[in-house]
């Protein structure tokens, strides 16, 4: 249970469960459920950013006694500091989900027609 609560081994792990749908996307027989695991992964990635997000505006001024609290636009750059990496890492997940979504969409289509 503690795991949950460690901001990188959650984050890492939703990231892994983002890109593990990646592959059922690709292999979909029928439309309908490539449309549900193309929505799974854009919803995993969806709960991935706002878990971290609370993470990295909960810890951007530091912890402990040299921690110097911030306000207004010094805590959105420290907050964006942090959180733009994970905002990158979510965005090449969404992307290969998309290029094996329409990739497979093109097929499925081709073979009805």
Do not use: K, N
Not at 49 to 76: I, K, N, T
């Amino acid at each position: 249970m503690r795991i949950l609560f460690d901001p990188a081994i959650s984050f890492w792990l939703l990231v892994a469960v983002g890109m593990a749908i990646v592959v059922p996307l690709s292999w979909s027989s029928s439309r309908r459920a490539l449309r549900w695991w193309a929505t799974s992964q854009w919803l995993v990635a969806g709960v991935t950013l706002v878990w971290y997000a609370g993470w990295c505006w909960l810890l951007r001024d530091g912890m402990g006694p040299d921690a110097v609290e911030s306000h207004g636009r010094q805590a959105f750059t420290r907050f964006m500091g942090d959180f733009s990496f994970a905002t990158l890492v979510v965005a090449f997940e969404v992307t290969v989900g998309l290029v094996c979504y329409r990739l497979r969409r093109r097929r499925l289509v081709r073979a009805t027609v």
